[in-house]
């Protein structure tokens, strides 16, 4: 189905299901949560426009899953926090111009933060070809656009991703931020490591943050079966989960890999800066963590 009948039935067939059900979440944060709102996204709804219902999906109750609708808000917002510091420092010295979303699905801070972009900042969003087609042609019709500091970067991640990248104008000599979000563990051991070296290869000043998950046996014990439930679901829709991580694990790998600092940001650092003085006890669960690692 081409990208304009997609826009005519308001259909999600070019997209990633994990890609929607994230954004899904995310929206849903905002609706069945109170204020204050971690992120505010209502952008991802737009684009999946999943039809009424929605709300009555299994995958998204909105009690069991509101540790991991916490956790993808916490984790968006970090991601956003870090980028817009690095921007902004370019006002001062030896801020950043180029942010790299891996995996990008569908991501909105080039559409909910545009003003960054006066900055001079470029964002790079990397996708398999059939989703971010189906992505663009849903920009498009929405009104939304393609903005020329936007570079939309259609990638086989199991070819030269990366020269795709560099040829899409990624300086490799200039500091950036690449964020992979949600993504690892859709990958073997062998193609997180050749993704960590080659951020790694960047331009120093340049910073990698990244989501891992951790065994279920490592994941607080209320939230195992929900983790489990989604191992399976994942391996029913053909995208099993293929790598854990442990917090020493990740943080090894990243050292190893060439990075010269590394820190693990704990699902406790999020609840602490996103999440304190609440009263409905939504918090994080500590399934899938943040790694922040500095070229």
Do not use: C
């Amino acid at each position: 189905m081409t990208g304009t009948a997609l826009a005519a039935t308001g259909g999600t067939a070019g997209a990633d299901h994990t890609a929607v059900r994230v954004a899904l979440w995310r929206a849903l944060h905002t609706l069945a949560d109170p204020p204050p709102h971690v992120v505010e996204d209502q952008i991802g709804l737009w684009l999946a426009d999943p039809g009424d219902g929605w709300r009555d999906r299994p995958d998204m109750d909105e009690h069991a899953t509101r540790r991991t609708r916490a956790s993808i808000v916490a984790r968006a917002r970090f991601v956003e926090d870090l980028v817009v510091e690095q921007v902004l420092a370019l006002d001062e010295a030896g801020g950043v111009d180029q942010y790299v979303v891996l995996g990008a699905g569908l991501d909105t801070f080039a559409q909910r933060r545009p003003e960054v972009a006066a900055h001079g900042l470029t964002v790079f969003e990397v996708d398999r070809p059939g989703p971010q087609a189906w992505k663009r042609q849903r920009l498009l019709d929405l009104g939304l656009g393609v903005p020329d500091w936007l570079r939309l970067v259609p990638v086989d991640f199991e070819g030269d991703w990366w020269g795709r990248l560099l040829a899409a104008g990624l300086d490799p000599t200039r500091p950036a931020v690449v964020a992979s979000t949600g993504v690892t563990m859709y990958l073997t051991r062998e193609a997180v490591e050749e993704t960590f070296r080659l951020v790694a290869g960047l331009a120093p000043g340049s910073t990698f943050v990244t989501t891992f998950l951790r065994p279920p046996e490592d994941v607080e014990p209320e939230e195992q079966a929900q983790l489990r439930i989604a191992m399976n679901g994942a391996r029913a829709a053909g995208t099993p989960f293929l790598s854990f991580f442990t917090p020493p694990r990740i943080l090894a790998l990243a050292h190893d890999t060439g990075f010269t600092e590394a820190r693990h940001v704990p699902a406790a650092d999020l609840e602490r800066r996103y999440f304190a003085g609440r009263t409905d006890g939504l918090r994080p669960s500590r399934g899938e963590e943040l790694l922040v690692a500095v070229v």
